[in-house]
Every structure is written in C-alpha cells, then in structure tokens.
C-alpha cells in the first residue's frame, strides 16, 4: 500500500468516527450516557490523533489531544457531561472534522483557527484541584504527591505488569518478529492494552522496510513471575531494551521508565494512563512534584523575585544565620573543653554583629577566665594535630584559627 492508499484509510477512518462521536454527544443531550460510550468517545479522539500523528499532521494532534483529556476525565469520573460541556464537545468535533476536511483536500490546515476552542477544553483541565474527583483517587494522588516531597515512595493501584518494550531497527534482519513476542505473552496472561509507539517511524521515502520502528508499551494481566516473562524475551534480549514495571510498583518506578526513554514525558505519560498502570491523577500528582523539586528556587530566591524582602533583607539574615552558627560552635568547644577555640568563635560572631548583648557577655567571661582555662585531655592532642595538618593553622576560616 503506497501512502495515498494508507491516508485514503485514515481519511475514511476519521470522518467514521467523527460520526460515531457526533451521535454519542446528540444522544448524551438527552439522556446520561453509560460507562461504555464515555469509552467509546475517548477511544474515537485517541485513534484520530494517534493515526494523524503517523502522517505528520501536527495541528490535527495537537487539538485532538486536548478532546482527549478532556474525554479522558470525563470516562475517569473526574468531569460531568453538563450541557456546557457538551456543546463544547460538539464544536470540537465539527472543528477536527474541518481539519481532517482540509487535508483531504490538500489545504493548509487552520490549525489557529482552533486556539479558542483549544482554549477553553485545556479550561476544563488546568487545575485537577478543582475538579470533582472520587475521594479514593484524590487521596492517592495526593499520598503520591506526599511520598516524592518527602522523598518516601507509595504503590500505585495497577494490578498488572507493564512492559516497555523498544526494539532495535534491525531485528527483523535478524529473524526475529516483535509481534510473535507479544502474542506468546497471551500464554502468560491477559493482554490488558497494547499501546503502539510510531514515533521513531521515519519518513516514507527514508525507511528501510527490513527495518523495525515500532516500540510497544504493554499491559499485562498475569501471575507469572519477572523470571518467567523475561525469559519470553530470551532470544531478543540483544535487540531490544525490555523493562518490566511489576503490579502495584512504586511511583518512583514508573518515573524512572519515563525518565529512562527519550521520548516526551507527556506521551508517555498518556500511555502509561491508556493502559490503566496509572491514573491520570497519579501520573499529574507524580510529575508536578518531581518538576517542582527539580525546579524550585531556594527559597531567598523566591523571596525577593516575589518581593516579599529585599537583597539587603537576605544578606542581613543570611549574615544573622552564620553568626548564629559561629557562637553555637563555640559553645560546642566549651563542650569539649576547646576553650581557646570557643573564645575565638565568640569574638568572631561580636566582630558579626557587635550589638548583640548574648555575644558581648559570652566574650567578656570567657575572656576574663580564658587564662585560668587550659585545653586539656583529648581535646588538646586533636587541636595539636589539626593544626599541625593545616600549617599552623593557616588554612583554617578564621573563626577556626
């Protein structure tokens, strides 16, 4: 089939389920709409994007992608169909086909045409805060949240295995058939959902046809163990990058597996949703933790951008927070009978801040007894030899000397 052929089919395909999703929105007007049609409406958005995208029609992605998470909450209970919602739903749907209209015709797709639309369906998603979402999957979303602030981890709820599978361009030279791999998988199991990644699939006119593209992300429903599904893999385990995510996995799992591929986060982030090893919230809560502790400012920083205090507010409290440190280390070599040391951190931290009542009165004591003080026992031989290791303490901060 030569690519005329192969968007002739995509052409067809769309306008079907563009019907199909026109149909379940006129009937959603009336009457509420049962589990299985809130499906089958993401399903209809999802084909149409993942089948645009193969042909490199970037504006029909980009804005049925914002259908589909919106249809995505909706099937996961996190959004009821009002009637506002609705209507929107259809002015979606009459602008995909407009789209998919004009590259049947060979057009330049309007794809600003549809920012306002776009707009207002991201509207619905912006904030999961503020979306009505089940008590048990708020509460999961934020323990996940919870568990990466404090460094901790959590099981997600997926009760199957998930397998990331990429294999190399050249195992079909090799002899070996990818999709014989996961079809031998069904004498493990359930195959829950097989989600095929073309990203990697070049352009007609530069792929090599004994070449493989393809990666498969997998859910599968099995009690076999790691050993037994890696060893399914055996003859390929050199052509291909296999990693197996075991059911109710850590979070910090399946952040690795989107951190270890070098494909958009997002992306995969959808797939890892499409196949049910996550929620959608699980995966939002996951990554806007770990994105905010990867980009967090200090929080001086962020004080003064925000203009809570000044530069000058800063370096007085960060100065308050080293003379503070200084006095307390010399109480720790009071402690320890380091007295000398102790006196020169006292007089250190009033050389700091010479108003500050707490160091004059610990300089004037410990001064005025230094020479009835002496530095005894261990701590004298560990003052010896430090500062014999520093040349006579030359290289110690001078709080220290």
Not at 43 to 62: E, M, P, Q
Not at 388 to 399: K, R
Request: aromatic fraction near 6%.
């Amino acid at each position: 089939m030569d690519l005329s052929q192969a968007l002739a089919t995509f052409l067809d395909e769309s306008r079907e389920l563009l019907a199909q999703m026109e149909e379940i929105l006129l009937r959603a007007e009336t009457a509420a709409l049962p589990t299985d049609e809130l499906h089958a409406l993401f399903r209809c958005a999802h084909t149409i994007k993942g089948s645009a995208g193969l042909f490199g029609l970037d504006a029909v992605v980009h804005f049925t992608h914002a259908v589909e998470s919106v249809l995505d909450r909706m099937r996961n209970g996190e959004l009821e169909l009002s009637d506002a919602l609705i209507n929107l739903l259809l002015e979606s749907q009459d602008h995909i086909a407009g789209l998919v209209a004009a590259v049947a015709a060979e057009r330049p797709l309007p794809e600003f045409e549809g920012a306002p639309l776009r707009a207002r369906l991201e509207a619905f998603c912006a904030s999961p805060a503020t979306l009505p979402a089940t008590r048990e999957e708020g509460a999961a979303a934020a323990e996940v949240a919870a568990a990466i602030d404090v460094g901790a981890s959590v099981a997600l709820g997926a009760e199957h295995w998930h397998l990331s599978l990429r294999f190399a361009p050249e195992v079909l030279k090799n002899g070996m058939d990818p999709l014989a791999f996961i079809h031998y998988l069904r004498t493990l199991g359930d195959l829950v959902h097989v989600e095929t990644i073309a990203d990697a699939l070049p352009e007609l006119a530069t792929g090599d046809p004994e070449c493989c593209y393809l990666g498969f992300e997998i859910a599968l429903r099995s009690a076999a163990t790691r050993a037994e599904i890696e060893s399914v893999f055996e003859f390929v385990q050199d052509s291909a990058r296999i990693v197996l995510v075991p059911p109710a996995a850590r979070v910090e799992e399946y952040l690795a597996l989107i951190e270890a591929l070098d494909e958009d986060p997002r992306r995969l982030g959808e797939i890892l949703v499409a196949c049910g090893s996550v929620t959608a919230r699980e995966l939002e809560a996951a990554l806007a933790a770990q994105h905010a502790q990867a980009e967090a400012p200090r929080v001086g920083e962020l004080l003064v951008e925000r203009r809570i205090i000044t530069t000058g507010d800063l370096t007085r409290y960060i100065r308050m927070q080293i003379e503070e440190a200084i006095y307390h280390l010399g109480l720790c070599y009071l402690d320890r009978n380091w007295n000398r040391k102790a006196i020169e951190c006292f007089q250190e931290a009033l050389e700091l801040n010479p108003n500050k009542m707490e160091y004059q009165q610990a300089v004037k004591i410990y001064e005025g007894i230094s020479g009835h003080m002496p530095v005894e026992g261990p701590a004298a031989q560990a003052m010896t030899e430090a500062e014999s290791l520093t040349s006579d303490g030359q290289n110690l901060p001078p709080f220290l000397k």
